[in-house]
Nanobody, 119 residues
């Protein structure tokens, strides 16, 4: 059974940084991070495949970094230069059909961790 547990969310001022972590149990690639703001659909932020290939949403390119530590079984999202529009619940996902930013391609989800960016 695949289990994903996110941590690292919190409140930060615009321009600040946060690192999200996802503890992986029984994970499968591709994996990634998605987010959902109130009243909006869940959207892909960054995903990574087993060969290290990555995909980023245009809105976070150059600011967010996705990485995985297979030995420690963690997935990370380093978020820099945060903006108020980055405020959302962030979800870890695994078991993707292929590398994509489409939430329908991923079968396993964590419970989410809240990120709030104030101006």
């Amino acid at each position: 059974e695949v289990q994903l547990v996110e941590s690292g969310g919190g409140s930060v001022q615009a321009g600040g940084s946060l690192r999200l972590s996802c503890a992986l149990n029984g994970y499968t690639y591709p994996m990634g991070w998605f987010r959902q703001a109130p009243g909006k659909e869940r959207e892909g932020v960054a995903t990574i495949d087993s060969d290290g290939t990555k995909m980023f949403a245009d809105s976070v390119k150059g600011r967010f970094i996705i990485s995985a530590d297979n030995a420690k079984k963690f997935l990370y999202l380093q978020m820099n230069s945060l903006k108020p529009e980055d405020t959302a619940m962030y979800y870890c996902a695994a078991g993707g059909k292929w590398l994509s930013l489409d939430r329908s391609d991923f079968g396993y989800w964590g419970q989410g961790t809240q990120v709030t960016v104030s101006s």
